[in-house]
């Protein structure tokens, strides 16, 4: 593996899984494999867990990181080619990307999409950029179509928490919030899903439909009620349209998930950040059906095993 930035085979899933897992074991397990190679976490967007625990993954290895926010101490970033760059954009992602690659050993990219130009977003554009200017491996810390370190934290959590030989079933459920967001962590949720092998059912109200390269495979039900009632996994996200992209269709019904809809030892999932008691409960974050905190925690993990496979491929 050189770049990390989705959901590659079910092979290499699974075996970054079990490495996140024996990381989760003993953190240190290679704490000498990324002696004297440096890490930038280049972020155009806000985060707290990817930022934090990105840093962490690459310590326990052995690295040094360095948080770079280039969207609020860098020079203002052009992307489009040929461009004469007489207006607010100072330097172009030819230089930047060329420059912070000669800087590190291997780079990590958080870059949202515009969720306005369609065509570009799912190009992953910025990123794709990244991988090509700076000659270095690049990981992923969300782009504008996926969030793999979230999908790999979200499986695992899933993994250690169903014991059990059937394969569970897993409910993806869109929740109210009042922003457009995007759409990476439901897609990239769907692609792992899917690509495990898992029994996945995803409900949405009419109009939130997510693309269709991701969900492939999956359930569709639009009464929330009913996916959710024998569900052993029920991961909330909010997501704006697809279709009428970056837009808020109004919707009907309500879509805050209660306590009492789901099973008794029925699993809540959630990304973060959540908006309390708009997107999710605090009966349910605040109970013991949340897996909130593990998946959390497993992003750490989730990291360390990424950037591992990423050092022991660079020869
Ligand atoms: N879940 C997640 O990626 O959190 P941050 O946006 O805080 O990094």
Known sequence: MKNYIKFDTKYSAEKLIISALQFKENPFLKK?????????????????????????????????????????????????????????????????????????????IRAFPTLIDKEQDMADKVIHQFIKYSQKPVVSLESSSRHPLQSLADMMSIEETWQKVSKPKIVLSWAPHVKALPHAVPNSFAEWALGLGHNLTITQPDGYELDAQFTKGAAIEYDQEKAVADADFVYVKNWSSYHDYGKLPKVKGKWLLKDHQLKENAKIMHCLPVRRNLELADELLDGNKSLVPLQAQNRIYAAQAVLFEIISNMG
């Open 32 to 108: 000498e494999i990324g002696k004297g190679l440096r890490i930038g976490l280049i972020f155009l967007n806000p985060s707290l867990r990817t930022r934090v625990s990105t840093q962490i993954a690459a310590n326990n290895l052995g690295m040094e990181a360095i948080v770079f926010n280039i969207d609020k101490e860098g020079w203002a970033l052009e992307f489009e080619e040929g461009v004469i760059m007489n207006e607010n954009k100072a330097e172009h992602i030819k230089e930047a990307a060329s420059v912070l690659g000669g800087y590190f050993d291997i780079l990590a």
